[in-house]
Nanobody
Framework: QVQLQESGPGLVKPSQTLSLTCTVS??????????WSWIRQPPGKGLEWMGAIAYSGSTYYSPSLESRASISRDTFKNQFTLQLKSVTPEDTAVYYCARLEEGYDLTSLDEYDTWGQGTQVTVSS
């Protein structure tokens, strides 16, 4: 059974870069045909898809975050990482990593079959 676990700092200062890691156990990042996404939920708001990395290593981003977000992976450690540059308090959210089987739209959050528990990130000075 695949399990995902997010890790990273709980507090980041404005203008800094946020870096979060998702560790995958019970499965592989290169297994066809899965995509691995970062999704967040700001306080009082809905879930927002941020970006994904495919089993092939290809990456995809939300247009609203493409200029600031970067997703990479370490296949040896079976981890994928989100970096978000120039954060502001509006980036305060619970951040989730999740898995989607190929064939669904990356933004169809109901179709994700495996989620991490989420990690709270607060942007504040």
């Amino acid at each position: 059974q695949v399990q995902l676990q997010e890790s990273g700092p709980g507090l980041v200062k404005p203008s800094q870069t946020l870096s979060l890691t998702c560790t995958v156990s019970g499965g592989s990042l290169t297994t066809i045909p899965y995509y691995w996404s970062w999704i967040r939920q700001p306080p009082g708001k809905g879930l927002e898809w941020m970006g994904a990395i495919a089993y092939s290593g290809s990456t995809y981003y939300s247009p609203s975050l493409e200029s600031r977000a970067s997703i990479s992976r370490d296949t040896f450690k079976n981890q994928f990482t989100l970096q978000l540059k120039s954060v502001t308090p509006e980036d305060t959210a619970v951040y989730y990593c999740a898995r989607l089987e190929e064939g669904y739209d990356l933004t169809s959050l109901d179709e994700y079959d495996t989620w991490g528990q989420g990690t709270q990130v607060t942007v504040s000075s």
